[in-house]
């Protein structure tokens, strides 16, 4: 009889699959960073050795997107999984302070003590309470989690992280990081320590870095200011940005080659996008036209990238398209935790192990003003809306509240714009008058995509081609 027993718990061994421990997933985020600005991407002087061999192991989307261009409406994203108007926060403060209290240059005015404001602030954020939460899904499947660099919803504790940095409104300069935004700049030894705090306690981990790297101020070491200084970069602007993009890099290498000396990189899922665009403009001191809070290329497209030794297939994608709610559902399915029901997002697991092309036939997205004007009803300051298709983007422009950051947002095409992105990447030619049918066909997706019921498109177009009123 023992001897049978024996040898059924062999046969039960051979015929059972082998469940391995779920995969540490990190989240690399990268702050203000236009996605031709690589070495993989083929940036002409931009230097990103480590984030080039991550993509060299890495299923890598360069025509990768997110839906909002503005850093708080993106990050609640990664987090939530959600499209912009679902989460509902949608601009970066409340309108009601920056209404009352304009700065100089038409800036909305980002302090406030009064009550009020306060409650305010306390609204958008309390909109992320009821949404799905990466961390909070992740903790129940026994994960530890780590918030570091940007975070603009509340404490670490309120994202459902169990560890992190932020200490978060209404705390003092809880903004938009606090203690979070010295990750990276000031070194790496808060995510290092939880590092080992989770592998001392043999658990599974995610980790969020979002430095405020290459973000402005650009102070980066004077080391690779010179460096990109020497390679005939005459504008000092332009050279600290293209050192700041690398000094981000460098912090990334980091952060990979600790948990490689850790043992644990074949059992890690990176995860790398950033939250917008970015244009160095030396005529404002700022970020260009189109790039970010712009709905154009230059603010939303961003490579994604995934990464799992052994795992994933890596390649390029070439034109297979990517949305960054798809990195929720995919980073959930690796983890073994159930996907809420409302994620919009696909979980590209499947295919990033297998290698096939993606089931993503299409992405969306909207932008806002930069101010909410309405908490509860995103669509008041609803600025432009967007679909891709293939080759095809359609962009749309609408009426509603700007606020201040106006400047962000001229409008001053008005018409549709179709565009080309194989043949036209950088969005010269409006070519909706030429292929109207073209223009209503996509105009339905995204009426299919979201609803919008109150906001109106500036310039409309007619059945009769080239024609607009």
């Known amino acids: 009889m023992r001897l049978s027993l024996s040898l059924l718990a062999l046969t039960l061994l051979a015929v ?15 702050d203000d960073q236009a996605w031709t600005d690589y070495g993989f991407m083929g940036h002409k002087y931009i230097e990103t050795p480590n984030l080039d061999k991550l993509a060299k192991n890495s299923a890598v989307f360069t025509r990768g997107y997110v839906p909002t261009a ?29 209404d009352a209290e304009p700065k100089a240059k038409g800036k909305g005015n980002k302090g406030g003590d009064s009550a009020a404001y306060a409650a305010l602030r306390e609204k958008l954020i309390a909109n992320m309470d009821v949404q799905p939460s990466i961390a909070k899904l992740l903790g129940a499947q026994g994960y530890l989690s780590h918030q570091s660099g940007k975070w603009w919803e509340g404490s670490y504790q309120r994202g459902g992280f169990t560890h992190g940095m932020t200490r978060g409104f209404p705390q003092p300069g809880g903004r938009h990081g606090d203690d979070g935004l010295k990750i990276g700049r000031e070194g790496m030894a808060p995510v290092f320590d939880f590092i080992d705090t989770a592998v001392s306690e043999k658990k599974p981990f995610f980790l969020w870095y979002a430095p405020f790297m290459p973000h402005t101020p650009h102070t980066p070491p004077d080391r690779l200011f010179q460096k990109y200084k020497a390679k ?4 000092d ?39 917008n665009g970015w244009i160095q403009s030396e005529k404002s001191g700022g970020y260009a036209p189109r790039s970010k809070q712009s709905s154009n290329e230059g603010g939303v497209r961003q490579p994604i990238m995934f990464s799992w030794k052994g795992k994933i297939k890596p390649g390029m994608r070439g ?35 297998s ?9 969306y997205g909207e932008s806002f003003a930069h101010d909410v004007a309405n908490i509860d009803k995103p669509e008041d300051s609803l600025v432009y809306r967007w679909v891709i298709e293939g080759k095809w983007k359609l962009l749309l422009t609408y009426d509603g509240k700007l606020g201040h950051y106006a400047s962000s947002h001229p409008r001053t095409e008005k018409r ?16 909706a008058a030429e292929n109207p049918e073209v223009v209503a066909r996509l105009a339905a997706k995204l009426q299919a995509w979201w609803p919008v019921t109150e906001r109106q498109v500036l310039t409309k177009w007619t059945n009769e081609p080239g024609v607009w009123k």
């Open 16 to 30: 059972s699959p082998v469940f391995s421990a779920p995969p540490n997933i990190v989240y690399l985020i990268s």
């Open 70 to 98: 503005l850093c708080r409406p993106a990050l609640a994203t990664f987090a939530s999984g959600m499209y912009t108007h679902q989460h509902k926060v949608s601009g970066n403060d409340p309108a009601a302070l920056a």
């Open 232 to 235: 005939g970069i005459e504008s």
């Open 237 to 275: 602007f332009v050279a600290k940005y293209y050192a700041m993009v690398e000094w981000f890099d460098e912090t990334c290498g980091q952060l990979i080659d600790r948990i490689e000396q850790k043992g644990l990189t074949e059992n890690t899922l990176f995860v790398y996008v950033a939250d």
């Open 319 to 353: 034109e297979q398209l990517c949305s960054s709610i798809d990195m929720m559902p995919t980073a959930l399915t690796a983890a073994g935790a159930p996907i809420p029901q409302q994620l919009p997002g696909i979980n590209l697991l499947p295919i990033l192990e």
């Open 355 to 363: 290698g096939e092309p993606t089931p993503r036939k299409e992405c």
């Open 416 to 431: 549709p714009q179709l565009f080309d992105l194989i043949a036209d990447p950088h969005e010269d030619k409006n070519l």
